[in-house]
């Protein structure tokens, strides 16, 4: 068994062993979507819970509590995550019995994309248990920004007075988005961006072909960028974003019709870029997520002011929390465009 790590994770790895000589009961581990934070958490998790570690401080997986780690059935372990991430795993990761569970859930109702308090009040029973073999027990819970209000609220007072012999290990995308308490009950460990030869290197040994415009469209994030150009969105994104480089009322109306199919999401995710960069090439002249687009971005530059552009972002902020669940997508997405054609009324 391999270390499992992504080549940008050896030097935070080396830092999280001198965590080991004096473990916090809370690890928070925080940066940038789409770099494998939780990859990096469920390692640790297995290592913690491993019968022989190696001096490096990986797991063996040879014993028997790592070959009970990989099929995610080890007693001592519990991943704490939205119902919506359990239907998206893969039956390898989660094996035949949580593929029936997908099936029912399905038929049953749209999986939640929050950690509700019923999934932290679960964790009762297995913490109230002896461990196996008098070791201890790991809890990964990810994304800790999915906790709705009463399962952060359950969780904070588990935090407070956490049992014997327990690891929480938090991954989060989004630290602005936690409870100060929660956050001031972890140990929080940063990890950060590879840098552009480290990622570009993996996106070519992963056969991703213009893997420095994927980078870029995803602000360096290695994963995310994989995941993007995996999709098959770039014809989509293409046409969305040479709306958004001749803005108007027009546009806005027919784009809304041909775009209701695409997921919310993403069309909020690609403006906020796109309007980033607008904003930064007024202020800085540089161009972070769309440079293939420089002429275009330089020319709304020109014509919008910065007061109106941080009063966009800011409203697209907005916006993103209620993408999840809009009462009409067609409505939502011709609302926004017909927003942001505003910023550029002289062109429109």
């Known amino acids: 068994m391999t270390d499992a790590l992504y080549p940008w994770q050896s030097a935070p790895w080396q830092q999280l062993q001198q965590l080991k000589q004096r473990l916090p009961h809370a690890i928070l581990f925080h940066g940038p979507e789409g770099i494998g934070k939780t990859a990096f958490a469920e390692r640790f998790a297995q290592s913690l819970l491993c019968q022989s570690p190696r001096p490096d401080g990986h797991a063996c997986g040879a014993c028997d509590s790592c070959g009970w780690f990989s099929q995610y059935n080890h007693p001592d372990y519990r991943r704490v995550r939205p119902e919506a991430l359990e239907d998206e795993a893969s039956e390898a990761e989660d094996g035949a019995e949580a593929g029936e569970g997908k099936k029912s859930g399905k038929a049953s109702k749209t999986p939640s994309k929050e950690i509700k308090i019923d999934q932290i009040r679960a964790l009762a029973d297995f913490m109230n248990i002896s461990t196996h073999r008098q070791g201890m027990r790991v809890v990964l819970l990810y994304p800790a920004e999915a906790l709705n209000t009463a399962a952060a609220n359950a969780l904070l007072k588990t935090l407070e007075e956490p049992p014997p012999h327990t690891m929480f290990l938090l991954v989060s995308n989004s630290l602005e988005r936690?409870?100060?308490?929660?956050?001031?009950?972890?140990?929080?460990?940063?990890?950060?961006?590879?840098?552009?030869?480290?990622?570009?290197?993996?996106?070519?040994?992963?056969?991703?072909?213009?893997?420095?415009?994927?980078?870029?469209?995803?602000?360096?994030?290695?994963?995310?960028?994989?995941?993007?150009?995996?999709?098959?969105?770039?014809?989509?994104?293409?046409?969305?974003?040479?709306?958004?480089?001749?803005?108007?009322?027009?546009?806005?109306?027919?784009?809304?019709?041909?775009?209701?199919?695409?997921?919310?999401?993403?069309?909020?995710?690609?403006?906020?870029?796109?309007?980033?960069?607008?904003?930064?090439?007024?202020?800085?002249?540089?161009?972070?997520?769309?440079?293939?687009?420089?002429?275009?971005?330089?020319?709304?530059?020109?014509?919008?002011?910065?007061?109106?552009?941080?009063?966009?972002?800011?409203?697209?902020?907005?916006?993103?929390?209620?993408?999840?669940?809009?009462?009409?997508?067609?409505?939502?997405?011709?609302?926004?465009?017909?927003?942001?054609?505003?910023?550029?009324?002289a062109r429109a």
């Open 178 to 345: 936690l409870l100060p308490t929660i956050l001031s009950r972890c140990r929080k460990f940063a990890l950060a961006l590879p840098s552009a030869e480290q990622a570009l290197a993996w996106l070519q040994e992963q056969g991703v072909k213009d893997g420095d415009v994927w980078l870029a469209e995803q602000g360096g994030a290695p994963l995310a960028a994989h995941a993007a150009a995996e999709s098959g969105s770039r014809e989509i994104m293409d046409e969305f974003l040479q709306l958004l480089a001749k803005p108007g009322v027009d546009g806005a109306l027919k784009g809304a019709e041909r775009l209701q199919k695409v997921p919310v999401t993403e069309l909020v995710g690609w403006l906020q870029r796109w309007l980033y960069d607008v904003f930064s090439l007024k202020l800085s002249g540089r161009i972070r997520y769309y440079p293939r687009y420089q002429k275009e971005l330089a020319a709304l530059a020109g014509q919008a002011d910065v007061a109106g552009l941080l009063r966009a972002l800011k409203f697209l902020n907005e916006r993103r929390a209620v993408a999840e669940h809009p009462l009409s997508a067609r409505l939502f997405i011709e609302d926004m465009l017909l927003s942001y054609s505003t910023l550029f009324a």
